[in-house]
């Protein structure tokens, strides 16, 4: 495997009935065990990136390669099976399934996946040590998840993310529900847990702050050379959100 | 696997309405298979009213008239038979046996019939099953009775208990047979049919009451019951008699025979196959009946949706995070079609639990009171078929929300839209 585990080439997306493209990335490279900040507003194409990386949505025009695999070769139901293998996604709010337990939902992945199934090993025990490096308290393990703060939430999503070795884990403003003491926590165990995993970090948000801890920060505005979003509005006249 | 648990841990959490959901179903499921079974059970026990009779004849009417008054002692004869015809047809080499009966007097609002006591033996219903009795026996006297299982619950009669005989069907004090008292002698047991209601005396019983009146009113001779024993008690005309044949083959030559019958105006009707054709007028409501409870289980599917359809916003967070962790949306459309299977199944196996609760718990009392045997049986074919149909039909159900959540979560994927 090379050592470029995301390379997006002259990558161009829009909605069917659009007349511009919504997002134009020409490079984009990231390599492996990297930590990548992309920061960018709200109405940048940021949703829209991470549906193209995570293999939710294929590109228009442009290849998409994760772990040397383009995504646009593959079947819409095997980026689905890609995804489950080998990606682990943090969202910005209600990661979790309100009926599962902690652990349950942690587990979750490996229920889609063989390939995590296997990495994880004892699924169990592999739950318990990441809920226990994440700072959980053992006591909330098998409670339900109404039990949590925001904070632990953030955290158990982090577990669930990690388990089972995915490559490559993606963080859609995972902090943006947490206050700034429970903000740092969360990202000094993100770091420590992605870089003892080796999994390479895609982080997206909005938040200087925390852009300064990353190494690669890409600013989103500046690598879309897409020209929709230079005028604020579409054809109709209409503002867009 | 991993779905079929998270649809179950899914359903759990929202139990409420979800059990609600169920018991509407089940609700409905049982109502639907209630009717079908009492409908199935009503039929079988009309047209198992009388069984292994080949023809009944009577004066020329109308079959259903004649079926009416013969088997169901409901309404009245237009003519009577006379006794010589009676005979004469009886005597007919095609005929194994006959049962000669008159209607037309009362004992306090249960109709008296006069019979032989080849009543006993020949008259049969349901699957062949003879008269039984409950106590006593048959009568041997002129002044012998035998009542029904109704009339002797209905009057809290005893075996020797004296029965007044009025004439017509009305009872008044103007027209009672009080000059000769009838001893009972028998008590049948349950039978579900119109024998139940049934007064049952010998013919030469009739005779006898009859023999000091004349056209409905008290003649002017008196004779008591003594003196009516020693008259000529043999009947000349009865109402109506039972044929049984030697082979039932000769059925249709017979009836045509007596059809033409030149001695008297006569009529034979086939007992099964009138008593289909009447069943058949009363058919309407029993399929407007089951119609109705098509409907209502149509309501509980049409509950179900909406109740799919309401949570579908709320399951939204629930679909993206199927979808980051590997879920493809046909999952996500899978996930609703087993959760309304799973609800159906369950509300139509609970459905038909209260059904069999319900029939195990009021059969004696539907014995009882109405006669009516409804037998617990095992669901039938069309039953299970039933079951096959409303699954497949749950399935298209659940479409509905399955294929709106699939479509969004194309459009959403993993954007949390709340």
């Known amino acids: ?241 | 696997m991993i779905l079929l648990r998270i649809v179950l841990k899914s359903a759990w959490h929202r139990r409420t309405s979800l059990l609600l959901t169920i018991l509407s179903i089940a609700i409905s499921v049982s109502l639907l298979l209630g009717v079908d079974k009492i409908r199935k059970e009503a039929k079988n026990s009309f047209i198992n009213t009388i069984s292994k009779t080949d023809l009944i004849v009577g004066a020329r009417s109308g079959p259903t008239n004649l079926l009416l008054y013969s088997v169901f002692h409901i309404g009245n004869a237009t003519n009577n038979v006379s006794w010589e015809s009676y005979e004469d047809i009886a005597s007919s080499e095609e005929v194994a046996w006959s049962v000669p009966i008159s209607l037309g007097d009362s004992h306090r609002s249960f109709r008296v019939m006069g019979t032989n006591t080849d009543y006993f033996t020949y008259y049969q219903y349901g699957q062949g099953q003879t008269l039984n009795f409950a106590q006593g026996q048959a009568f041997t006297d002129v002044y012998d009775a035998v009542i029904g299982a109704d009339v002797a619950q209905a009057l809290d009669y005893q075996l020797g208990s004296e029965i007044i005989i009025a004439h017509g069907l009305v009872s008044t004090d103007f027209a009672a047979h009080d000059d000769k008292p009838f001893s009972l002698t028998g008590i049948l047991a349950k039978t579900g049919t119109p024998v139940d209601r049934t007064v049952l005396i010998s013919l030469e019983g009739i005779e006898a009451i009859h023999v000091d009146w004349q056209g409905g009113a008290r003649s002017g001779i008196e004779l008591t019951a003594e003196q009516a024993l020693k008259m000529d008690l043999q009947p000349k005309a009865i109402t109506a008699f039972m044929i049984g044949l030697t082979n039932r083959i000769n059925t249709f030559r017979l009836q045509r025979t007596i059809t033409e019958y030149e001695e008297e105006p006569l009529m034979a009707i086939i007992p099964g196959a009138t008593l289909a054709e009447l069943w058949q007028t009363i058919a309407v409501f029993e399929q407007v009946l089951l119609v109705i409870s098509g409907f209502v289980l149509i309501a509980g599917l049409l509950g179900m949706l909406t109740m799919l359809l309401s949570t579908l916003n709320e399951r939204r967070r629930e679909m993206a995070v199927l979808r980051a962790v590997g879920a493809h949306p046909y999952h996500i459309l899978l996930l609703f079609v087993l959760e309304t299977v799973f609800i159906v199944f369950i509300g139509y196996l609970l459905g038909m639990g209260i059904l069999y609760l319900l029939l195990a718990l009021t059969q004696s009392l539907l014995v009882e009171s109405y006669g009516v045997n409804i037998a617990i049986t095992p669901p039938d074919a069309q039953q299970w078929i039933l079951f096959a149909a409303i699954l497949l039909l749950s399935v298209l159900v659940s479409l509905v929300p399955g294929l709106i959540a699939y479509r969004r979560s194309l459009q959403d994927g993993l954007a949390i839209k709340v």
């Open chain 1, 1 to 241: 495997m090379s050592a470029r585990v995301i390379h997006l080439q002259d990558v161009r997306f829009r909605w069917p009935g659009q007349e511009v493209d919504l997002l134009h990335i020409p490079d984009l490279v990231v390599n492996k065990g990297e930590h990548l900040f992309i920061q960018g507003p709200s109405g940048s194409g940021k949703t829209t990136l991470l549906n193209l990386l995570t293999g939710i949505n294929l590109a228009n025009s442009g290849s998409v390669t994760m772990l040397d695999t383009p995504l646009e070769s593959l079947s819409s139901t095997r980026r689905d099976q890609f995804r489950a293998d080998h990606l682990g996604v943090i969202f910005q709010q209600f990661n979790l399934l309100p009926y599962l337990s902690l652990m349950e939902n942690v587990q979750l992945p490996c229920g889609f996946s063989a390939r995590k199934r296997n990495n994880a090993g004892d699924m169990r025990a592999t739950a318990m040590r990441l809920l226990s490096h994440l700072s959980i308290p053992e006591t909330l393990f098998n409670q339900s998840v109404s039990k949590l703060s925001v904070g632990q939430q953030q955290r158990t999503a982090v577990a669930r993310a990690l388990i089972g070795n995915p490559e490559i884990v993606i963080a859609d403003e995972p902090t943006s529900a947490l206050d700034s003491a429970n903000r740092n926590r969360f990202m000094e165990l993100l770091f420590q847990e992605t870089e003892e995993q080796g999994s390479t970090l895609v982080f997206v948000s909005h938040d200087q702050q925390i852009a300064e801890q990353f190494s690669h920060v890409v600013d989103l505005n500046q690598i879309n050379q897409s020209q929709f979003n230079q005028p604020q509005f579409n054809q109709m006249g209409y503002e867009l959100s």
